[in-house]
């Protein structure tokens, strides 16, 4: 199994920058994909950004542009750097591993507020 943590958010104003982190632990040579989601209140969770093993890497309209997902394989850690960040970035943010063949984890998730 995998476990994940994420850390990072914050408040931060509107235009802001902020860095998330997810550390993964575990069975971690398994991990497929790593991608990033969030959650802001009264709405269904949405996904952000996604990296595979190799390094590919895909974004949300939403987000493309000013997110960069990237990872560290040596530290088991994905980072989600969140630039020019709006009010409507706001949420919780969660990390999302697809390992071995049908295994998915979830992260405890971060809060991200912006402020107008």
């Known amino acids: 199994q995998v476990q994940l943590v994420e850390s990072g958010g914050g408040l931060v104003q509107a235009g802001g920058s902020l860095r998330l982190s997810c550390a993964a632990s575990?069975?971690?040579?398994?991990?497929?994909?790593i991608g990033w989601y969030r959650q802001a209140p009264g709405n269904e969770r949405e996904w952000v950004a996604g990296?595979?093993?190799?390094?590919?890497?895909d974004y949300a309209d939403s987000v493309k542009g000013r997110f960069t997902i990237s990872r560290d394989n040596a530290k088991n850690t994905v980072y989600l750097q969140m630039d020019s960040l709006k009010p409507e970035d706001t949420a919780i943010y969660y990390c999302?591993?697809?390992?071995?063949?049908?295994?998915?984890?979830w992260g405890q998730g971060t809060q991200v507020t912006v402020s107008s």
């Open positions: 990296i595979t093993y190799g390094g590919s890497t």
């Open positions: 999302n591993a697809h390992y071995g063949s049908i295994g998915r984890s």
């Open positions: 575990g069975s971690t040579s398994t991990i497929v994909r």
